[in-house]
């Protein structure tokens, strides 16, 4: 097929002998290019609507509405020799650890090799079928209903170029991750990539100022919130907004009253979970931290924040001689983490990511060069 086509044959599949058939041609192959359709308006979990795979110069519409049988799809997405090619794919791992209960192995996020590669962090797949096969694809149906059946022409073409072109964009990536000998740095990126990102808490920024007491109380709304969250199926903040959390958090209501007097809390909150939320605020108060969380991110100190600026040319030339964006070598707020480390604090653990290609690579040398800022400094003083 020439690059940049996407005319190739598309099939169907709504059953369990036409996902059987479609899984022992895409078994023999090396890679295939993988995408999800789903909804999540008004739902705390992912809704796949429909499933997507191109290789061998074909394409396949995997309707998980009508299926009844997934084993053929478990066994292909855990085949150790094809690797699976997405593009920015952590909403697509939710899909599938919701829906089949796996996450696709080995793998490849395109937009991460792109990264690594030099082509632009972020970029989305709309540029990279453009920058590599000069192709524009459109994106009208990017809001579709995808659970309404049947689905439309302008949306199945939408679906089938989700994976076609990159069935052909991820050869060439491939090709100059190998003439550069990034690859095996681009699988670990891709394999370290996991559901949950950093997780409810970090999204209150301000947790670290809080009291021990008021600490344990956000603690345990966060965790009621995703119960309930989870058990309803529902978004986080429609069952209790972030706002809401914090306020009361702020408060320490101990009376329907008390709490009715939260910033922003919804009336219908408050009549059906009014005395569940003043019960886990009691609970949570007079048990206090029983089972503390991971080291809060803490704002650095101005002598950390001048070493992480400080690091900054050395990190640019780091990226600029491998060829890399450096976003995705090291995000600014890491950054200030190593400069906090060298500095002598070790109160927040050292990512996990850290390790394998990037200490060699950005870790070790950043380190040597923080201690020699550090030494600097002394001797300056």
């Known amino acids: 097929m020439k690059p940049g086509t996407a005319s190739i044959p598309c099939h169907w599949v709504r059953d369990t002998s036409a996902l059987d058939q479609m899984a022992e041609v895409v078994a023999q192959e090396g890679f295939v290019a993988v995408d999800t359709e789903f909804r999540r308006r008004d739902t705390f979990y992912p809704e796949v609507a429909l499933l997507q795979l191109s290789a061998a110069e074909q394409c396949w519409l995997i309707d998980p509405l009508t299926l009844t049988d997934t084993s053929a799809l478990h066994t292909l997405f855990l085949k150790a020799d094809l690797v699976k090619v997405l593009h920015s794919a952590s909403e ?36 990279l079928v453009h920058e590599l096969l000069s192709v524009d694809v459109a994106k009208e149906e990017t809001q579709s209903d995808w659970l309404v059946r049947p689905l439309s022409e302008a949306q199945c073409q939408y679906a089938v170029q989700d994976v076609t072109y990159l069935a052909q964009c991820w050869p060439i ?142 990190m640019g030339e780091i990226a600029s001689n491998l060829g890399m964006n450096s976003e995705i070598l090291m995000p600014s707020r890491e950054l200030e983490l190593l400069a906090s480390h060298a500095a002598g604090d070790d109160s927040l653990p050292r990512p996990t990511h850290w390790e394998g290609w990037r200490k060699a690579a950005v870790i070790q040398p950043l380190e040597l060069e923080a201690q020699r800022l550090l030494v600097e400094h002394i001797h300056a003083g």
């Open 92 to 127: 697509d791992l939710e899909v599938f650890e919701r829906w089949l209960g796996i996450l696709p192995r080995p793998m490849v996020d395109s937009q991460k090799a792109a990264a690594m590669l030099g082509l632009g962090f972020g970029l989305s797949y709309r540029d």
């Open 173 to 314: 990536l491939k090709a100059q991750a190998e003439a550069r000998g990034y690859l095996p740095w681009i699988f670990e990126e891709s394999a370290g990539m996991v559901t949950g990102g950093r997780g409810p808490l970090a999204k209150f920024k301000s947790a670290w100022k809080l009291g021990s007491q008021q600490l344990a109380v956000l603690l345990a709304l966060i965790n009621w919130r995703e119960s309930q969250a989870r058990h309803k199926d529902r978004p986080r903040n429609w069952i209790l907004h972030d706002k809401v959390i914090l306020d009361i958090v702020k408060k320490m209501p101990d009376s329907m009253p008390q709490l009715a007097n939260a910033e922003g809390i919804p009336a219908g909150i408050l009549r059906r979970e009014g005395k569940q939320l003043l019960a886990v605020v009691e609970a949570a108060s007079k048990q206090g931290l029983s089972d503390p969380p991971d080291p809060l991110p803490v704002p650095a100190t101005s002598r950390v924040r001048k070493l992480a600026k400080s690091l900054a040319p050395a």
